[in-house]
Each structure stands twice: as C-alpha cells, then as structure tokens.
C-alpha cells in the first residue's frame, strides 16, 4: 500500500446501547462504534478514540484512577488498558478468552480487573494490569454472567451477577498466590419465601430443590459495609451479607404494607448514596432512604425518556442518568434540583448520509425509525424531524437547500432545509408501491434519478420553481442495484449509470451495465415522453454493456466506470467507449477491464465517486474505508471506521468539495466524519478539489438564488390544498392526492394502499380522456352488442325446445366440460386418497389391536338377566417371553434337583405324612399369598416367598409369576369359549323351536311376537369389521356397466317369481284331486266338508228324504270334523307351551352355567390381582435395588474425587506449611537485624559525648506523625457512602512514600543539634534512615506472614472440612450397603388372610408404618390370648361398676352439703338485708301507734285521695276539650300551609337557580372572607368548649361532695331496726 496521504477523524456522532462510565470527575466515556466517545459534562465537548483492535467489546472505567479498560472483538482477543486523559496504553491483557468477553470490571484500589469471557470457557480472571499479569482464574464459571463488581471496600471480593444467579468470589491470596473462591448467594422464592436449607433425601428431592423456582437478580451495588443491596426484575429489593450467605428482603412488593409507588417497580440499575440508595425503575428514579429494615421514598425523578442507568462522579457531585434511546442528565444536587439534558442522540442505525452543498459543511442524515437530523461541522446535533416512515434512501441538491429522502412505501419526499433549526416537508409523490431503493441527483442539479425494484427509472424535475414534477420514466431490463449520474455541462447532457441483474445472475449480483444519456434543456417538452409518460427514443439514448464476471457495485466517472466484483473481491476500472450516434453498435457491447486490483478482504463492498472525480471511496463489510486516486488504484489510504463484526459500513458520501467524507454503519449505530489530508508532493490535487468546488458553487449561485427563495415560500406538506393542484397543472399528468395532516410539522402518514402512485394516476387520466373522446361510439357499440346479444339468448332458447340443441359456442362448451371432468378427476383424486388413508389407519388398528391378539376380547351375556361375563384379552407369548420362561424353569429344575440330593430327610410314618400333608395343604393359600394354587393353575416352579434373597430370584419369579397369570387366563378362556359355544347352540335350538312355534301359529291364525335372542357387537366382535349394505345410507355409486348388470339380474329375477307362481301341472292335480292328494294331520284345520247342492237351491220344505238323509250324513260329518279340529288345536296349543317352556328351561340352565363362570372370573381375576400384586412388589424391590446401586456408584464416584482432592490439598498444605515456616524464618532474621541497628547505635557514636549521643538517640526513635488526611465535609461531597473508609484505607500504598518524604524534613540541617558536625550528622541520618527502612521490612514482612499464616489457616480448616467429607461419605456409603442387605434379607411377603385376622392398623403397606415389623401366629394362640383378654375384661368392667357406685354416693353426699351450706348463706343473707332495712319517717310514726289510730290514718288518707282523683278526672275532660279544639284550628292552618306550600314548590326549581348563582357569586366574591370567619368560628368554638369542660368537671365534683354529705346525713337520720328495737 503506498499511502498518498491519511485519513483523520473529524466527529463522530451515534450511541450504542451498552453501559456508561465515568472517567474522570467530569467526564464520561461510551461506546459508539469503532471508537469510544469522551463527553465532558461541563463544556459538552466531545471526543473520540478510535480502538487500536478490531471492535469494542465490553467497556470499564475507574474515575478515581483515571484508567479506562475494553476488549476486542475478534478470536483470541486481548484487553486493552488506558490513562485518561493521556490516552496512553498501560498494557494489552492477552488469553483470557477465545472468542469473547461478556463483562469487565476495574477495582477501585489496586492494579485490579476483572473479566468474564463467553463461550466455550466461560473463565472468569483477575489481572493485575500493571504487570498484564493473571491473578488467578476459574473455568466454567461465567455461564450466565452479565456484569462483574469489585468491592470497593476491599478488592478480594468480586461480585458476578447472572441472568438468574448472584455469586460473589471470594479471592484467597497468600503472598503471590491468589485462589477463587465461589460463594453462591441463594435467592427467595417468588412469594419472598425462603427455602429450608436441609438435605433432600432423594434424588427428587434434589431435583425439586434445583427447579425450584427463584428471583431473578437484575441489578447490584456493594455497601461501605461489605453488603450487596440486590434489586431483581419481580420487584424484591435484598440485603445480602456475602460473609454470612444470609439475605433479608427490604421491600417486597406483594406485601400488603408494601409502597404503591414501588409496588409497580422493577430494579433495573442501583447506586449507593451515604443516605440511601438511588434505584432505577421501568417508569422513574427514586431516592430511598433505608433504616435497618424500613425503606422510605426521599425524593422521585420523572423524565422525559425510560432511565436505565444512573450514577455517581467519582467525587461524588454529579448524578449521571443515562437513556438506552441516546439521553443524558445531569444532576447537581448541591448546587440546584434541576436535572439538564447534556446529550440528546437517538440510538438507532442510520440509514444513510450526506453533506449538503454548502460553505457550513451541514451534514443530513436518516435513521431507521424515519427520524431525519441535521449535523453541524463540528458533529454538534442541530434539529431533527420524525418522518414516522420507514425510510431507504437520501440525496441532496446541489443548488438548493433540500433534500430528498426515499421511503418503503415508495414515497419521495421532499424536505425543506433553509431553516437549519426546524427542517419542513414541503413536498411528496408516490411513484412506487415498494421501496424507493436509489436516488440520484445529477451535479448540474437538473434531474433528480430515482428506481425501485420494479426495474422503472423515474426522472423529476430538481427545481423548486417546477413543483418537483415528474417528468417521464423508463424500463430498464432487470432488478436495478446500483445507480450514478454525471453532468456533462460541455456537452449539455446528463449520463445515468445502472447496474442492473439479468436473468442468469443473483438477485444481488448484476452483470449488465446500462448506461442513459439525457439532454440538460427541453426535456419536459410534449415530444419528449409519450402519451403514457414514458420517455421518447430520440430524447432518451440507452446503451447497454456487459461485464464478464458479476458486479457487486458502480459508480460512473467522466469517461470510465468503477466496479466492485464481490466474487473476484477486487475493484475494476472500465473505460466507455465513444459515442459516434451510431446506436445499434452500441447495444451489448462486453466491456472488458483495464485495470483491477485487490479489494476488500470482507465484501461486498460499495463505492463512491469525489465530485472532481479524482478519488475513489470504497466501503465494506469489513468497516474499511479506502482512498484511491482513479488514476492509479493502487495506492489508496485507509482507516477503520466501523466495527467489522457489526456489519462494516452501510454506505459513505463525499462533501462538495471532496476533502470530507461521511460512512455510516450497518448495525453499530454511529456516524462517523473524516478529513483526507494529503502529503506534500499532492498537495496539487487538495487544489484541485477546491477549485472544482468554487467553480461549481460559482455556477450553481445563480440558479440558487433563483430557486432558494422559491423553496422558503412553500408551505408545509398538506396545510394548503392548492399545492395539489398546481402541480398537477405543471407536471402535465394527475398527481398524487395530497395527504391529509393534523397540522403537526413532525407527522408524516402513509399512504394509503388504494392511493395510486404518479403512473397509475396518469393512465386513469388517460384512460377518462379516451372515454370522453370515444364515448359515442361506445355507445352505439354497447347497443350493438345488446342486440346481439338478445338475438342470441332467443337461439338458445330456440335450441332447447329442439330434440337435437344447438350449441353457438363450441369452445365454451369444451372448456366447461374439460373443467367439470378436472374437478371430477380432482375430487375423485380427494376421495380416494381420503379412503386410502382410512384404509391404512384401518390396517393398522387391526394389526395392532386385532391381528396380534390371539383370544380378542368377547363376552357372554344372560338370557334373562343383566349378566355379563368377559373373557381375558390375551396375546401370542413373544419367543423372548417363551426364551425367558424355559430358561428360569430348567434353572429351577435344577435348583430342585440339587436341593433335593444336598437335603434328604428320614422316612417319616404314614400318619406323620398325612398330619404334615394336612398342615401345607392348610397353610398353602395363607403362606404363598394367592389362590391360584387351589384353582389349579399355579406353576411348580414357583420359589417359595422366603426364599427370595437375591435380585436374580426375584427377577425369575416375575417370570413364573407371568407365566401363573397367563395360565389363569388361557383355562378361564377355555371354559370361557366351551360356554360361548353351547351359547351358539342353545340360540339355534332357539331359533328352531321359534320355527316350530310359528308354523303352528299359522296353522292356528295366530299372532304373538316370540321372544328370539340373538348376539350382541360384544359376543360377536367379529361382525365389527364386516360392512353390510344396510349400515351404508349413501346411494351406491354404480357406473354404466354395473347399471345394466343390475337391470339384467332382476329381470331374471322377476321371470322366476313368475314362472314359480303360474304352475299349470300343480294347478291341474289340484283340480282333480279337489285341493287334496292325502290328507295330513296338520291339514285338518284347512279341511271343509261341502254342504249338498239342495241345500243351497232349495228351501227345507221341499227337501226330499234322501235329501234329508243326506243332510243329516252332512251334519253328523261336519260335527265330527269340528270335534277333531278342536282336538288338534289343543294339541298344538299343548306343544306351544311346551316348546316355550323348554326354551326357558334351556336358557335358565345357560344362565346358571353363566352364573357358574362368573364366580370362577371372579376367583380368577383375584388370583390375577394377587399375582399382579406380587409381581409389583418385586418389580419395586428390583427398582429400589437398583437405585441404590446407582447412588453406591455415584457415592463411590465422589469419595474417590474427594480422596484426590484430599491428597492434592495435603500436598499444598505441605508446600504453604514449608514456605509459611522459611518466612518466618526470614522474618525472625529481619527483627533480630532491625534490633541489632538499635543496639549498634551508640556504638556508631562511642566518640561522641555521653549527652549528645542521649540526644541523637532521642531523635533517632522520634518518627514523624502520619499526616491524616481528611475530607472537606462540604455539601457537594456528602453523598459518598464510603467517604469514611476511603480516608483511611486510601494512604495504606502511599504511606512509606509518605513517610520517606517526612523523613526528608527531619533530615534537613536545621534539625541538627548544636555542637555536631555535619558528617556526624549525615551519618547518624544515614543510620536512621537505614532503621525506617528496617522498620518497614519488618512490617510488611509481618504483614506478608500474616497473610500467609491465614490463608494456611483457610487451607488447614479447608483440608478438615474435606476430610470430614470423606468420612460423611464413608459413612454413607456403609450405611446404603446395610440398606442394601436389609432390602435383600428383609423381603415382603404376601399373605392372605380372612377378614377379622388383620391385627394393624392400616391395610396400605406403604403407608407411615410400612417399616413397622409383623408377627405371623397360629390361630389358636389368638383365640386364647382373647379368651383371657374376655375373662379379665369382666373383672375389669365388675370392679369399675362396684367404683363406680361408691363414687355416685360420695358425690351425692358431697351434692347435698353443698346445698345446705347454699342454704345457710341465704339465711344468713336475709337476716342482714331485715337488719339493714331503712324506714321512712311515717313508717317509723306507724311503729308507735295503736292498731286503731293505725286503721283511722288510713282511711283519711284514702278520703283524700279519691277527692284528689275526682279533681284530677275533671281537670283531664277539660284539658281533652282544649286539646280537641285546637286540633281543629292546627288542620285548618294545615291545610293552608299546604295550599303555600303547593304554591311554593312550583316555584322552587326557579328559586333553586337563583340561589346557587348567588351562591357561586357568593363563594368566589368572599372566598377569602369566608375562610377567615369560618376560622375565628372554629376558634372561638374550641375556646367554649374548653370554657365547658372546665366548669362540667368542676360541677362534676361538686356533685360528688353533695352525694356524699347526703348519703352521710340519711344514714345519721334513718336508724336501722335493730337501733329501734332497742
């Protein structure tokens, strides 16, 4: 590459959604691409540095230290680490990663950093950056983490949060050895619940802790005492204590007490605040204020756009919130509460831009979201306008400030630029129902070029005086991919350069060049485009080439072409050929290039042209940018603009004068701006560039100032309705309607689909004027046609009343027919394919549930009851089934057999065989648990169920317990199938007997229905799968040949009837033999005796006697006749009930046998179960067995990995232990030199006198005092939570500096006591200095052995805690290997039991007791262990009955002294209520008074009395008459009120009106007279009622002392009876 100059960035301008850092106390730094921005806050100004790798990874900083940290985006990438603002590299922190970094995180004390990398490794690594050093690292750990925190308080902890897990690393040292330590923080539940951290005691157990579910953290921030404040994405706010693993919740959102504020809120973002902490949520920022568990809301933040993150300056002063849509604020809480807007750029991808063509180098660019903004030289955001559209494509004119922006929806609208502040739609044209995919505007500034994907090129007019009117369009052959144009002002014409695919190439790769030539004047002449808008052939010159390989990309130059092949990735320079009017030479021509070089490694790339057409810009996949001159194209200059692994760059533009340039990216969402600076030697070239610029400026003035002014007097896009129709008027055509707006400048809506673009309209218009100007004769051509077509309609309806039609449109017929037999053929084709498939899930239902059973499902039903009986579903036994049954048996055979030689017994008695034969046949059914033994269906070599100690047994006897129940279910089958087949017979003795039963029923004329059963889809199932015709409702479908086959049978048919009914032979033997040939028995009943002739034709009284003789014969034979059918009906009578009774007879002894069999399926299917039962508590045994072997396996497993572990940590243990002894060693030595410099001293100075030396010694032990540093408690720092600790711990690395600089203040001559020479002075400074720094050896080396001593300690109680795992293990495996033996030896059993012999509790063997042990005893041990338990029962209940009466006497006696005690209380009582009795004055005159005098004094007391009632009774009539009357004068005044008050309420909706408009008018004229009043109301009313209760509680004791003198004085006057008695 020989460089001809560089590249330098200018500005760059975009936000990337990723996090924010502060730097330094004022400034902040982001990533914005390829680079990182610096913003400061104060000035706002803003700068870039570009990364020295590939891409921007993950981004820290650290403000205090001024080192800012990021990582690359390639393979194997390295870590960069810097100084702000110095920008210089401090080191590059290679292998930590292999792909990728997830998280960086920079430690607020020491050279610290922290990275996460992504897959396959997911290490997590603490580097010491000064060295590029790895600390220490861990594998596998960083699966799911988002972001690392170093604790500020102390650098050994780092905090790693994940999408669903929080886990803090604990970082061991022990001088240069550093150890993680993870220690996983479990979170609560959903619900705020914790979980109870005890030992699942099952694998389930274990997965159900390991799925259960928990918060998801979202956002952490370390305390200054060590915690973590935790927010998560459900609402939870937690403190977690990493030393303690304890989290407590402080604040929880579903809580009924919980804040409503925070109840809807979401911790996205924290930060702490020595009064609280500030929280970011989905809606706001809050201030809380925290208590110990109470959190308060201090003070809530709302802004304009969603928070996502917020931060502290490094002093402390500044609050930072930061927008994931491009805002920053800032906040200055000691200066001011108001929150200022620092940076306003919209995150997004940009679209494209460009810069207009102006001395202020303004710069225009489109985002995704339709937002178009305005830049200015200096990259500062001027205005932006929101198109609300999805946006493609922008250009700008060269003479006039607009420009030009292509939309999806195939708009190209029109954007007015003359007011930089507030940019204006001024104009719009649908051309397009796609996106406008290219737009061009020609240097000259005469046409303005756009094309979409419908391969048309519409050319408009570029000038505002003109309305921007379309002029024509042209088609080109392909999907058009690139689109330039050249002015040619020598020439006066424009040349337009298409790329375009052709049919063999890809949609993104063309292969044809066309190339359009267009006069700059009279283009939009009548002669220039046809009716349809199209341009003209002599106005439009078109020449076509082709290229040999594919291109990707093209730009056109004055004379040559510049293309981009993706597929060779190389840069190819054409040369056009000249033009000599000859057009057919020019079609088709193969342009071969004259010049390719080395493209872009990362394609496909795009170019641009510099307008003076001397450099050549190319941008690509890869986020180069390259310079070329297009002299020679292979120097070039480059620089990384954007991000390669985002896409590269999308597209890059050139300024006027070619010395700027903008490239935006695909998908980093920056803009960036660079300058071109080149060397000496051309500089000649810079001057060309700015003399094409001022000479084009210079040519382009007068059109500018011709058609800017008219620019700035169009109104905004849809607040004037003429717009639409001036340019109507001057585009020549109809335009687009003008869309309707709400009068907002920033809204722009769509259009909508049924709105037609600019060609679609101009065809409309053409097509009205065609029918005006042809309308007549349109006319008389419908009329035609109607006349026609009448004529017509009567031939057809001639035709059908002919026997032969005829048929005026031949082809139509054709067509409908060969369309009804396409979709006959189709739905013929449906049909089938749907029978098919019915046919196929047919085949395999019944190969899978009827083909394979060998006994299908059947039953048998009652004749005369509800009985049903089913037989057992069996299938055919698989050869592995039979395989396993003969090799457990001939296993078993020889168990037997060797059992039988190794165990022989003595001969026993014939009575000891029969005694024992006796007690197994008794005990067989109890001990083996099944009954299938007593039904005969049990296999011999079945084990014993005590037998059964090994897994292999148990195994076996699953097998021969299968081979028990298919027995059981092949001999029930057998019987099954016996029945079922005398079930056939007895229907067809059935069936036969019916016969019998209707043909004498016929003979008798009778008729009864007869009860004839039958079988049933469940005792026939085979019927199922037969389809007769009846089931079938639909009409057979029957073709032409099957039709007549039809017709042709019954016709047959109906001949046999016929010649079957017309017999003549039978006729004639009837005839002669009269009707009989031999008379039968059972054609007595049709037997008649023909009265004589005479009877008939004569009257009785002219019979003669041989008439009457023969009328007497005639009735003596027919009364014969008569009797002898009686007879025969009672016989046949007779044989009907005995027919019916047989038939029942034989049916009821069916359904005995049915009866029968279902008693044994009941036994039967008993055993099954039991059997069944059996095999599942063997099936649960093999199972548990197994499971414990795998958990010995996995235990067996984990002791091994621990004994390894074991004796990898001795082996450490060891080595810490050797190298803690050798420091100590080395520490011991350093004391002893340190003591020894002390003790040296005097020597040093032995010449010096006694009182000097004293002296130097004092001042050889005096230290300076370590210099405290403290913070200015002012306002703007008392935000920071760790300002205490950091003024303390932040001198620990700086104190010996610190000191060896106060040291140099002691050592200075000043210092020095009189009398002493200046080389004793120098050397006694010599040997103190000498004694620091012995000092601080010892204390560091202290420090070290300390620190060593410890982390021994850790190892140490590590090494115990894996040793008491070890024997944890151990004991758990010893422990499975006795359940294992306990399984095996304690065996269930089953065992079958009559009811009332079950002495537990619980019948469910796997309830709570299942462990519980069982006792099998004999019967008769019960019965007399309960015979006893009777006998002493009795005693019992006789003993309680004779306590029980004792106890009723005691409590009777007891019941009765109380109630005389009561008795004695009540006397009591009432004696003292008579001694305490008060008497009146009178009573106690009574008292003194004979019984005479008493009787007077009463009746004169009567007397008077009734005088005084009688006077009462007069004085109540005259008071009732007072009453009365005035009753009568209240219902007259009544009635009167109510005659007003009728008056009065008609009134008073009018009334009601008045006064509440007085009351309103009251109310807002004395409002602030009221609230006075009513205050000095309330007042004066509080002061009464205080007035009030002082004198009710005054009164109130008052009345108290009176009610004590009264109750006093009565007692003093009224003496009791026992004071009168005496």
Same mark, same amino acid.
């Given at each position: ?235 939870? %706010? ?22 409503? $504020? ?58 930072? !919130? ?24 919209l995150s997004g991808n940009f679209v494209t831009a460009t810069l207009l ?216 320079? !054409? ?7 000859d057009l057919s030479d020019q079609q088709g021509v193969e342009l071969k ?40 194209? $292979? ?10 692994? %985002? ?269 024992e034969k006796k007690v197994q046949d008794a005990e067989t059914a109890t ?81 009864? &229905? ?24 639909? &009409? ?74 023969? !009328? ?7 009364? &014969? ?10 016989? %046949? ?91 100590? $060693? ?89 009398? %002493? ?188 009395? $009734? ?116």
């Amino acid at each position: 590459m020989n460089e001809f100059g560089s590249l330098e960035l200018r500005w760059i301008q975009g936000f990337a959604n990723r996090n924010t850092e502060f730097v330094e106390n004022k400034t902040v730094c982001y990533t914005c691409g390829n680079h990182i921005c610096f913003l400061n806050l104060e000035t706002r100004t803003q700068n870039a540095f570009p990364s020295p790798g590939r891409g921007i990874g993950a981004l820290t900083a650290n403000g205090n230290s001024g080192i800012f940290a990021f990582s690359e985006e390639k393979l194997s990438p390295s870590i960069y680490v810097y100084t702000f603002p110095e920008l210089q590299l401090k080191n590059e922190l290679k292998g930590g990663a292999q792909l990728d970094y997830t998280s960086l995180a920079l430690s607020h004390g020491g050279p610290y950093l922290g990275s996460c990398s992504s897959l396959p490794d997911h290490i997590i690594t603490v580097w010491n950056w000064e060295n590029a050093e790895p600390l220490c690292s861990q594998p596998q750990a960083g699966q799911d983490v988002v972001s690392l925190a170093f604790n500020p308080m102390n650098w050994l902890q780092l905090c790693a949060l994940g999408t669903a897990s929080l886990t803090v690393w604990n970082i061991a040292k022990s001088d240069s050895l550093h150890v993680l330590q993870p220690s996983t923080i479990e979170l609560p539940a959903p619900d705020g619940t914790f979980s109870e951290s005890q030992a699942p005691s099952s694998q389930n157990a274990k997965l159900h802790q390991r799925t259960r579910a928990r918060l998801t953290p979202s956002a952490i921030c370390w305390t200054a005492t060590s915690k973590l404040y935790v927010g998560c994405a459900e609402g939870f %706010l937690l403190l977690v204590d990493p030393e303690s693993h304890s989290v407590s919740v402080l604040f929880n959102p579903t809580s009924a007490d919980a804040i409503p $504020e925070l109840r809807r809120n979401s911790f996205q973002r924290l930060t702490p605040n020595n009064n609280g902490l500030i929280a970011v949520g989905k809606e706001s920022v809050v201030h809380l204020q925290i208590k110990g568990t109470q959190i308060n809301i201090a003070q809530t933040w709302q802004l304009e756009r969603p928070v996502t993150t917020v931060m502290y300056s490094p002093d402390y002063k500044a609050l930072l !919130f930061s927008s994931n849509t491009g805002q920053m604020y800032v906040l200055n809480p000691a200066q001011s509460d108001r929150i200022v807007k620092i940076f306003d750029v919209l995150s997004g991808n940009f679209v494209t831009a460009t810069l207009l063509h102006n001395d202020k180098n303004i710069c225009v660019s489109l985002k995704e979201s339709g937002e178009l903004q305005l830049w200015s030289s200096d990259g500062i955001c001027i205005s932006s306008l929101s198109l609300q559209v999805e946006v493609t494509c922008l250009a700008s004119c060269p003479f006039a400030h607009y420009a030009a922006v292509g939309t999806a929806t195939g708009k190209v609208l029109f954007i007015d630029l003359n007011q930089e502040q507030r940019p204006r739609l001024v104009h719009e044209v649908l051309l397009y129902h796609t996106a406008v995919d290219h737009l061009v505007f020609d240097h000259g500034g005469n046409y303005l070029f756009t094309s979409g994907s419908d391969s048309h090129i519409y050319v408009l007019e570029a000038r505002p005086s003109k309305m921007f009117s379309v002029i024509g369009y042209t088609v080109l052959p392909g999907c058009i991919l690139s689109l330039s144009a050249q002015c040619n002002r020598d020439n006066n014409e424009v040349k337009v350069l298409a790329l375009c695919a052709g049919e063999e190439d890809r949609k993104k790769d063309g292969s044809l060049l066309t190339l359009l030539s267009l006069p700059t004047q009279n283009l939009g002449g009548p002669d220039s485009i046809d009716r349809h808008g199209c341009l003209s052939s002599h106005v439009l010159k078109v020449f076509t080439f082709t290229v040999p390989r594919p291109l990707k990309s093209c730009v056109l130059g004055l004379s040559e072409i510049f293309a981009y092949c993706h597929r060779s990735k190389t840069l190819q320079r !054409f040369v056009l050929p000249e033009d000599k009017g000859d057009l057919s030479d020019q079609q088709g021509v193969e342009l071969k290039p004259v010049q390719e070089v080395r493209g872009h490694p990362l394609g496909p790339a795009s170019l641009a042209l510099s307008p003076h057409c001397l450099w050549l810009a190319s941008v690509g996949r890869d986020g180069l940018l390259r310079i070329r001159e297009t002299a020679s194209m $292979e120097r070039y200059i480059e620089l990384q603009c954007h991000s390669c692994r %985002l896409g590269g760059v999308r597209s890059v533009s050139f300024s006027t004068d070619g010395c700027t340039l903008l490239t935006v990216g695909l998908k980093d969402g920056s803009l960036v701006c660079t300058n071109i600076r080149v060397k000496g030697g051309d500089v000649s070239k810079m001057n060309e560039a700015t003399q094409y610029s001022k000479s084009m400026a210079h040519f382009l003035k007068n059109i500018f100032d011709t058609e800017n002014p008219i620019l700035i007097n169009f109104p905004v896009w849809g607040q004037v309705s003429l717009v639409g129709t001036e340019t109507q008027e001057v585009s020549g055509g109809p335009s687009v309607d003008v869309t309707e707006r709400d009068g907002d400048d920033n809204n722009l809506l769509r259009a909508p689909p049924s709105q037609p673009t600019w060609l679609e309209s101009r065809r409309e218009g053409l097509l009205k004027e065609d029918q005006e100007q042809y309308s007549e004769m349109k006319k008389n051509l419908m009329e035609t046609m109607k006349e026609l077509r009448d004529s017509i309609q009567e031939m057809i309806r001639d035709s059908e009343n002919q026997p032969e039609h005829f048929n005026l449109d031949v082809e139509e017929e054709r067509r409908l027919e060969a369309m009804v037999e396409q979709e006959v053929t189709r739905v013929r084709t449906e049909i089938e394919w749907d029978i098919l498939e019915k046919c196929y899930l047919r085949d395999v239902l019944k190969r899978e549930c009827w083909d394979t059973m060998k006994v299908i499902s059947r039953t048998i039903k009652a004749f005369h009851s509800d009985l049903e009986v089913l037989n057992y579903p069996l299938k055919e036994q698989t050869e592995k089934e039979l395989e396993d049954l003969c090799r457990v048996q001939n296993m078993r055979k020889l168990e037997k057999a060797a059992c039988s030689l190794g165990n022989l017994k003595k001969d026993l008695s014939a009575q000891e065989e029969e005694e024992e034969k006796k007690v197994q046949d008794a005990e067989t059914a109890t001990v083996t648990g099944s009954i299938s033994a007593e039904l005969g269906y049990s296999n011999p070599y079945v084990y014993d169920q005590f037998s059964l100690k090994t897994i292999e047994q148990r195994i076996n006897q699953i097998v021969l317990l299968q081979d028990v129940i298919y027995r059981t279910k092949t001999a029930f089958n057998t019987d099954f199938e016996a029945l079922h087949k005398q079930k056939m017979k007895e229907l067809k003795r059935v069936r036969d007997r019916n016969k019998h039963i209707r043909e004498i029923m016929l003979q008798l004329d009778m008729h009864e &229905e007869l009860w004839e059963p039958s079988l049933t889809n469940s005792e026939w199932p085979e019927r199922l799968l037969t389809v007769e015709d009846s089931e079938i409702r639909a &009409e057979r479908y029957l073709t032409a040949e099957q039709k007549e086959e039809e017709e042709r049978r019954k016709l047959e048919e109906e001949r046999r009837l016929a010649a079957q009914a017309d017999d003549s032979r039978e006729r004639a033997l009837d005839d002669m033999m009269d009707g009989v040939l031999e008379v039968k028995k059972e054609d007595i009943l049709k037997m008649e005796i023909p009265p004589p002739e005479f009877v008939l034709t004569k009257p009785d009284i002219q019979w003669s006697e041989e008439e009457k003789k023969a !009328f007497k014969e005639y009735e003596k034979k027919a009364k &014969e006749l008569s009797e002898e059918k009686e007879k025969y009906k009672k016989l %046949l009578e007779i044989e009907i009930k005995k027919l019916h009774q047989s038939t029942k007879e034989a049916t009821e002894r069916f359904d005995e046998n049915l009866a029968k069999l279902l008693e044994k399926k009941v036994n039967c299917t008993v055993a099954i179960y039991q059997e069944e039962l059996k095999i599942t508590y063997l099936v649960e045994s093999v199972l548990r067995e197994e499971e414990m072997r795998s958990q010995e396996q996995e235990l067996k497993l984990k002791l091994e990995k621990m004994l390894a572990y074991k004796d990898e940590t001795g082996e450490r243990l060891k080595k810490l232990e050797e190298e803690v002894e050798f420091l100590q $060693e080395t520490y011991d030595n350093v004391v002893l030199e340190d003591k020894s410099l002390d003790k040296d001293f005097r020597r040093a100075f032995s010449e010096l006198p006694s009182h000097m030396v004293d002296c130097l010694y004092k001042m050889f032990k005096r230290r300076p005092r370590a210099q405290k540093m403290r913070a200015q408690m002012d306002n703007s720092n008392n935000s920071d939570p760790f300002k205490e600790h950091r003024l303390y711990g932040s001198q620990a690395p700086d104190a010996f500096s610190q000191m060896l600089r106060a040291m140099d203040e002691l050592d200075a001559p000043a210092n020095m006591p009189e009398g %002493l020479s200046t080389v004793a002075w120098e050397r006694f400074c010599q040997i103190r200095r000498a004694k620091v720094e012995s000092e601080q050896k010892v204390k560091t080396k202290a420090l070290t052995l300390a620190e060593m001593q410890a982390f021994l300690q850790k190892k140490r109680n590590e090494d115990k805690a894996a040793q008491e795992k070890i024997k944890n293990l151990s004991e758990a495996l010893e422990s499975l290997h006795r359940k294992r033996t306990d399984l095996l030896m304690d065996t269930m059993v089953q065992i079958i039991l009559k009811q009332g012999q079950v002495e537990v509790t619980t019948t469910d063997p796997t309830a709570a007791n299942a462990d519980t042990d069982f006792i099998l005893y004999h019967r008769s041990v019960v019965d007399n262990l309960r015979s006893v338990i009777r006998t002493l029962a009795e005693q019992k209940i006789a003993s309680m009955v004779a306590c029980k009466d004792v106890r009723k006497g005691m409590i009777q006696l007891e019941w009765e002294n109380k109630v005389m005690r009561k008795q004695i209380e009540d006397l009591y009582d009432k004696e003292k209520n008579i001694k305490m009795l008060r008497l009146s004055e009178e009573q106690q005159k009574m008292t003194h008074r004979s019984k005479s005098d008493q009787e007077s004094h009463t009746s004169k007391q009567i007397s008077s009395l $009734e005088k005084s009632i009688a006077l009462m009774e007069t004085t109540h009539k005259k008071s009732v008459q007072q009453r009365l009357r005035k009753i009568e004068q209240l219902n007259k005044r009544a009635a009167a009120k109510a005659k007003k008050s009728a008056n009065l309420e008609q009134q008073l909706p009018e009334m009601q009106v008045t006064v509440s408009e007085l009351r309103h008018i009251c109310e807002a004229a004395a409002m602030a007279e009221n609230e006075a009043a009513a205050r000095e109301e309330r007042y004066q009313e509080i002061v009464k009622r205080s007035k009030l209760k002082e004198l009710a509680r005054v009164q109130a004791e008052n009345l108290a002392f009176l009610g004590a003198e009264v109750e006093r004085l009565t007692m003093k006057n009224f003496p009791s009876l026992d004071q009168l008695k005496h």
